[in-house]
């Protein structure tokens, strides 16, 4: 299990072949006036992609990840890639950080140097982080065909191997959004004994809970954002969490719809006011669908999806993550639970209302972001190597 240095190089037939698909799409009517109200726009879209044909360079953004250390190394029976970047400081705190759906470790490129060299931002350099942030089995370079599928109970296992058997951290902080907020809740489950604590900024709450016979106003402005995330927002997971293989035909072979699938995600979860580009420009949104296009990882991708659907909830009834917990809760996060609910599942020690941001924090506002991780672990730090 000893990691081997890995540098981005994507073959030029890859690219040749990519370009020349953009350059026949064949595209979809929509209804008149229709905007994003039906789904991805078709005026974005055609935007988008000619900017993707004519003016993106993916060289360049591939010579810029390649400035970050990374590696692979062979764990159960898959080679995960990972970033491997050390904090600046007198005694970094090693920090696993775990990205979700649709996202990959573009999410981290701005916020990395922030834990990572704290006084460079201002900050205090006890506060620095060395920070291990992989693609998650089945997505980016942590993919090849015909692989082993892994859903959040075996990607955190894997992380767990990855931290103390082959980085020799025998304890560790842990952050995560999305898929991976579950992967860093199932770790504080699983090995509480490795965490130092955990922080997230979207918690693993059950999505059918028994709802009390007479609620909160907190908890009613909740029930309506669940009962309207369940009906206009989850089409995506029943596919992917149902019939990944049949959708996977067309987003392996399409690269525009590859992208139109991805961005509408950035665009509906985000705090952009229906602007998709007031957050992300087009070379963070096409960096990001480019990690996808050019592994083939799109359907391994969906896997925690489909696991989800088809076996219990990762953190199981009646058991509660007692590791030291923040949340960083984003106002337009995809869902947002009541404080009281939360604590049933976790020991909260810190929570944290922002002003503003979505979805992808670290994308979005990752200098709140980076500053409420370091707060939290700060009062947590000892001996965590």
């Not at 039906?38 to 055609?46: E, L, N, Q």
């Not at 672990?377 to 190597?385: G, Q, W, Y």
Request: net charge neutral; with cysteine; hydrophobic share 40%.
């Amino acid at each position: 299990m000893t990691p081997r240095p890995f540098a981005i190089k994507v073959a030029d037939d890859v690219l040749a072949d990519l370009r020349a698909r953009l350059e026949r799409v064949r595209w979809p009517d929509e209804p008149p006036d229709a905007g994003w109200r039906y789904g991805t726009s078709v005026a974005y879209m055609k935007e988008l992609v000619e900017y993707w044909r004519a003016r993106y360079d993916w060289r360049a953004h591939e010579a810029r990840l390649n400035t970050l250390r990374q590696f692979t190394v062979e764990l159960d029976g898959i080679d995960v890639h990972f970033i491997h970047e050390p904090g600046v400081g007198p005694k970094p705190m090693p920090l696993l950080l775990s990205h979700g759906w649709p996202g990959s470790i573009v999410e981290f490129e701005r916020i990395l140097p922030m834990l990572t060299d704290p006084a460079r931002f201002g900050g205090d350099p006890a506060d620095a982080f060395t920070v291990v942030a992989p693609s998650l089995p089945g997505y980016g370079f942590s993919f090849r065909p015909d692989q082993a599928r892994f859903g959040v109970e075996e990607i955190a296992d894997a992380f767990a191997r990855l931290m103390t058997d082959v980085l020799g951290y025998r304890r560790f902080a842990a952050q995560g959004g999305d898929w991976g907020a579950f992967v860093t809740s199932r770790l504080g489950l699983q090995y509480p004994e490795r965490l130092a604590g955990i922080h997230l900024n979207l918690l693993a709450v059950r999505r059918d809970p028994a709802l009390p016979d007479t609620p909160t106003d907190e908890e009613q402005t909740y029930i309506k954002q669940l009962q309207r995330w369940q009906r206009e927002e989850t089409g995506y997971q029943w596919i992917q969490g149902t019939r990944p293989q049949t959708l996977a035909y067309g987003l392996t072979d399409s690269p525009v719809g590859l992208a139109a699938w991805i961005v509408e995600k950035f665009r509906t979860w985000s705090d952009c006011g229906g602007d998709v580009e007031r957050r992300f420009s087009k070379d963070t949104l096409l960096t990001n669908v480019m990690l996808y296009w050019v592994t083939g990882a799109i359907n391994s991708s969906f896997w925690p999806y489909y696991a989800r659907f088809h076996r219990p909830w990762p953190i199981p009834d009646g058991k509660r993550i007692t590791v030291p917990t923040a949340y960083a809760a984003f106002p337009r996060e995809i869902l947002l639970p009541p404080r009281a609910w939360a604590e049933r599942s976790y020991n909260i020690q810190r929570w944290t209302v922002m002003p503003a941001g979505g979805h992808f924090a670290a994308l979005e506002e990752p200098e709140a972001l980076a500053a409420d991780v370091r707060a939290f672990f700060r009062p947590l730090r000892r001996e965590t190597s």
